[in-house]
């Protein structure tokens, strides 16, 4: 099993980047997926959540209107979209995956999640 996110690096303020996260390993299309961060010296966090089929999505207050989450089954792959970058947005993003029999169901609870990626440091600065 391995989830491979990608896409970090330094970006402006204002700077848009995607973040891919490629699934390997399981039946992606039984799994609700989600993206959490961490930055330096803070605990891991919600920040973004879809359900199997990508038919529902929810965003931690932090990021709603900035970022989106979206997934394309056909490629096994789940995508965090980031506009309008802060600093405070600086750390390093995981992607995550959870198996459920429920089409709806997402979760923000990092318990909830049974595969984490190696995650990709993501750094806001001009």
């Known amino acids: 099993v391995q989830l491979q996110a990608s896409g970090g690096g330094l970006v402006k303020p204002g700077g848009s980047p995607r973040l891919p996260c490629e699934a390997s390993?399981?039946?992606?299309?039984?799994?609700?997926l989600g993206w959490f961060r961490q930055a330096p010296g803070k605990e891991r966090e919600f920040v973004a959540t879809?359900?199997?089929?990508?038919?529902?999505?929810y965003y931690a207050d932090s990021v709603k209107g900035r970022f989106t989450i979206s997934r394309d089954n056909a490629k096994n792959t789940v995508y965090l979209q980031m506009n309008s970058l802060k600093p405070e947005d600086t750390a390093v993003y995981y992607c995550?995956?959870?198996?459920?029999?429920?089409?709806?169901?997402?979760?923000?609870?990092?318990?909830?999640?049974?595969?984490w990626g190696q995650g990709t440091l993501v750094t806001v600065s001009s």
């Open positions: 995550a995956a959870f198996k459920t029999a429920y089409v709806r169901r997402w979760s923000i609870d990092l318990g909830s999640y049974e595969y």
């Open positions: 390993g399981f039946n992606f299309v039984d799994y609700a």
């Open positions: 879809i359900t199997r089929g990508g038919g529902s999505t």
